[in-house]
């Protein structure tokens, strides 16, 4: 146990402060900002299920978030289901088309999946802006309900009004993904997805299906990308087909890859910091996102790690120094 | 049948301009493998480019085109230098995102500078021509020359010239184009020029058609590279057919089913090709990249 606590101290910590974080933060907006940042690394976490551990660069994940978020949509306010049901089928609906049009564009590899999805996303964007029936075209829908209550036996209902109860079940759902995503990665079939990752051909030489490991890694991840589109959508209670555009797949990559690619931590601190990052950048208004653009393009060049690939350069030169220090002390 | 013609006038007339856009597109990619996602920025940026040579400092129309295109071969070699050649041999989607970042740069930019509404360069040609009962605008014909010009140059230029073989040696061999005193710098640069340039002529053809904004790259851009995987990559006669029939499937599709999802159509028709066969129509080798 100690030894445990030794090793972890660092992480539960973090998870302390998260628990505490809305009897610390009272104002509405900075908690409105924290709670959205939780979500969108579940996104991000998905994402990097993908093109971190498979190496399979979608750039379609915006549109599954949007799937998701449609789905829920309409399911809880035109069919007016409950939403702890429509929730699973939302993202279930999400990894079904995931698995739909992962059977073809799986096949191509590369720059050509990416770009395949790319249209894919697009597709999705169109659809959710035209079908005006389904999706109330560009002006969306309005008035979704938040997340219904649930009633406990004994101890009344758990109901998801007060922004604090919305932080904690996006935090539960935060912790979920990270606890699947934690099992996958230490899984065989985990390292069947790495295999895919370092080489496909030689991948597939010793005998792994690489199609269908791709598959399940895209299924999942948009499993993921549509759970956190469900919440999102019940949480703000309005949606358009702005949540499909590019622009929120490219926010998820950057989230990814600015954190550290291939790292459970690095997308969730990409999600939680860039967004804070980006609010200090108000003051330069129009010029934030031109500063952004030259800031994705430096890491990129530069740290392409991302903060958690320079972070373990850091921790190795400390740790070799040390060693170095210790071996000279011996001699 | 008149409602056909049209429609396929119109096609041919799309075509052409995402042909020359691809073209462009399908030498960086193709050749240099580099999958520049700013491609349809730097044809928006062609666009504004020319849109403010005309209206502010009061350019004739081709004068206009014909800067208009230098000063993008200019960006295009910044846009290289500053932001490829760093990443030349980097493995994997790095290249790819750097050039989402310079997108996002592009894009904004545009939108600080002159606002995120839409302007309309003034017709040179507004005249317009009635054969057998189609109706043909002049600027539309002209599209369709021009693109065709633009083609025949480029082909001359590749094939025929000391200069333009030396894009397709290190596009062959970069090693061996090296050892042969090719030096790989100038070519990128060069191709990125020329790419970007043709890609700028494109915007400045179809400007006074369609309105310009900040956002018409994006979909421009997607499109490319629909159309290059489409011709298979690097493939200039690819390029030309990809466009042509991108072109068609997005009128014929608006004009008898519906104009809302016709960009639908061309996605779909991508994403199906990839489907049946995962290199492009005409691609041969698989890259892992």
């Known amino acids: ?331 | 049948m008149e409602l056909f013609l049209q429609q396929v006038f119109n096609g041919v007339m799309l075509g052409s301009t995402y042909a020359i856009v691809a073209l462009g597109l399908t030498l960086v990619f193709g050749i240099l493998h580099v999958p520049n996602f700013a491609h349809g920025h730097m044809y928006m940026l062609g666009a504004y480019v020319c849109f403010f040579l005309i209206t502010i400092f009061g350019f004739a129309y081709w004068p206009a085109v014909a800067l208009a295109a230098i000063l993008l071969a200019v960006a295009g070699v910044v846009l290289e230098v500053l932001v490829f050649k760093p990443l030349r041999n980097d493995p994997g989607f790095n290249p790819l995102i750097a050039a989402l970042g310079a997108l996002i740069i592009l894009e904004n930019a545009v939108v600080v500078l002159w606002g995120p509404e839409g302007h309309r360069i003034p017709n040179p040609y507004p005249g317009i021509i009635d054969v057998f009962g189609i109706t043909m605008s002049v600027q539309r014909l002209l599209v369709i020359g021009m693109a065709a010009v633009m083609i025949i140059l480029l082909q001359l230029f590749i094939k025929k010239t000391t200069l333009g073989s030396t894009i397709e040696a290190v596009a062959q061999n970069k090693e061996g184009a090296t050892l042969v005193g090719i030096n790989v710098n100038f070519v990128s640069a060069m191709t990125f020029a020329i790419s970007t340039a043709l890609a700028a002529v494109a915007a400045c053809l179809v400007a006074p058609i369609f309105m310009i904004s900040p956002s018409m790259g994006a979909l421009v851009g997607m499109k490319a590279f629909v159309i290059v995987i489409l011709g298979g990559l690097g493939s200039i006669p690819g390029a030309i057919a990809g466009g042509m029939i991108l072109g068609l499937i997005e009128a014929l599709g608006g004009g008898y089913f519906s104009a809302a999802y016709k960009d639908v159509f061309g996605f779909g028709a991508l994403v199906l090709i990839l489907a049946i066969r995962p290199t492009g129509l005409f691609g041969k080798e698989i890259k892992g990249r």
């Open chain 1, 1 to 331: 146990m100690m030894k445990w606590l030794k090793g972890n101290w660092f992480y539960l910590l973090v998870l302390i402060v998260a628990l505490l974080a809305p009897l610390i933060i009272t104002n509405r907006y900075y908690s409105q900002v924290i709670t959205m940042s939780l979500l969108f690394a579940i996104a991000a976490l998905s994402l990097n299920l993908i093109l971190g551990y498979t190496g399979q660069l979608t750039l379609a994940h915006g549109g599954f978030f949007a799937l998701g978020a449609y789905s829920v949509a309409i399911m809880t306010y035109t069919l007016g289901w409950n939403f702890w049901l429509a929730l699973p089928l939302g993202a279930s609906f999400a990894a079904f088309i995931g698995f739909l049009v992962g059977m073809p564009t799986l096949r191509a590899r590369g720059s050509y999946f990416a770009i395949a999805t790319l249209c894919l996303g697009e597709i999705i964007y169109l659809i959710a802006g035209n079908w005006i029936e389904v999706t109330g075209g560009h002006n969306g829908i309005v008035g979704i309900p938040p997340p219904s209550p649930i009633p406990i036996p004994g101890l009344g209902t758990l109901s998801f009004e007060s922004q604090a109860s919305q932080y904690y079940m996006v935090l539960f759902f935060l912790l979920l993904t990270l606890f699947v995503m934690y099992r996958i990665r230490e899984s065989m079939r985990g390292r069947t997805f790495m295999a895919v990752l370092c080489n496909e051909d030689l991948a597939e030489s010793v005998g792994i299906n690489t199609f269908r490991t791709k598959l399940l890694s895209f299924v999942v991840a948009n499993f993921f990308a549509g759970l956190a589109g469900g919440i999102y959508a019940s949480l703000l209670g309005s949606i358009s087909p702005s949540v499909a555009t590019v622009g929120l797949t490219f926010n998820f990559l950057m989230y990814v890859l600015l954190g550290g690619v291939g790292t459970l931590a690095g997308p969730i601190i990409g999600a939680f910091f860039l967004p804070i990052l980006l609010e200090y950048m108000q003051f330069l208004q129009d010029y934030q996102m031109i500063l952004f653009g030259v800031l994705l393009i430096i890491v990129i060049i530069y740290f392409s790690t991302g903060f958690m690939g320079l972070y373990k350069k850091i921790t190795e030169k400390i740790k070799k120094s040390k060693v170095g220090a210790q071996s000279a002390a011996k001699r």
